[in-house]
């Protein structure tokens, strides 16, 4: 390791009987906690206005509590948009079961997954007000050093599958926050071309097409894996972050 070194992550999957302490809030249906034991969160946070991101989120959250130690949380952004106007646009009513995250409930995640339609190939405006308003947090880097990643929702394959997400990554830039693409690591998934499948090396991915295409299991399969992929990440971070001072030795080369 080169001069001024400290210690690097090591690239060893080691189980994590420690996690990261942090605040507790919410334990409803978006996340539970065992007693006695605290669980890595990962706040999986979205906009969704036709239940399409939402449908990933959900597969996400099962994803990311099928790794031991770490928990899904789900939460919605706030809407900005008038009911009349929703009416008009002909959407659904919102789900009771997953709450309106506010700005300082964001500090008591350990790593994020944000979900959001695209608009003209950017994030929806309801995501982009909500980051916007993330200000006091961005002041001190309340967030810093926080991983994150992205999934998506397009209306037609050329839509912004992967542009959503690239150009959405100044958010976390600016916030010091550690972007997470899942690459290929879902494998052959990547590669099939027998059908249409939403999706990139940046993000889940599903397309809405006129509204009526729901999300298929190929993209619920990849959107399961992001959360799985993100959960592991999470772990790595927390278990490298536990280790003593002594043990920095071991993980330089």
Not at 120 to 129: F, L, R, S, W
Not at 154 to 172: K, M, N, R, S, Y
Not at 204 to 216: I, L, N, Q, V, Y
């Amino acid at each position: 390791m080169g001069k001024g070194g400290g210690c690097m992550p090591t690239k060893n999957k080691f189980p994590i009987n420690e996690p990261a302490e942090r605040p507790v809030s919410q334990t409803d249906i978006t996340g539970s906690e065992a007693e006695g034991s605290k669980k890595l969160r990962i706040f999986i946070v979205f906009y969704s206005m036709y239940g399409h991101v939402e449908r990933l989120a959900r597969r996400m959250k099962k994803g990311v509590d099928g790794i031991e130690g770490v928990e899904g949380v789900l939460y919605m952004v706030p809407e900005i948009l008038a009911p009349d106007v929703l009416e008009r646009m002909k959407a659904p009513p919102k789900n009771d079961d997953i709450p309106v995250i506010s700005v300082d409930e964001l500090m008591e995640a350990d790593g994020f997954l944000f979900g959001f339609p695209t608009r003209y190939g950017c994030m929806a405006a309801q995501m982009k007000a909500f980051f916007d308003s993330t200000g006091k947090l961005w002041r001190e880097q309340k967030l810093a050093g926080l991983p994150a990643g992205f999934f998506v929702s397009t209306g037609t394959q050329g839509g912004g599958q992967e542009t959503t997400a690239w150009t959405a990554v100044t958010q976390l830039a600016h916030h010091g926050m550690l972007y997470v693409p899942i690459g290929y690591t879902f494998g052959a998934g990547m590669f099939r071309m027998d059908s249409i499948i939403g999706g990139s090396p940046y993000g889940a991915g599903t397309f809405s097409g006129d509204g009526s295409r729901e999300p298929s299991e190929p993209e619920l399969a990849l959107a399961d894996h992001q959360g799985k992929y993100m959960a592991m990440t999470v772990k790595r971070l927390a278990q490298h972050h536990s280790l003593p001072p002594d043990s920095c030795s071991t993980l330089q080369t």
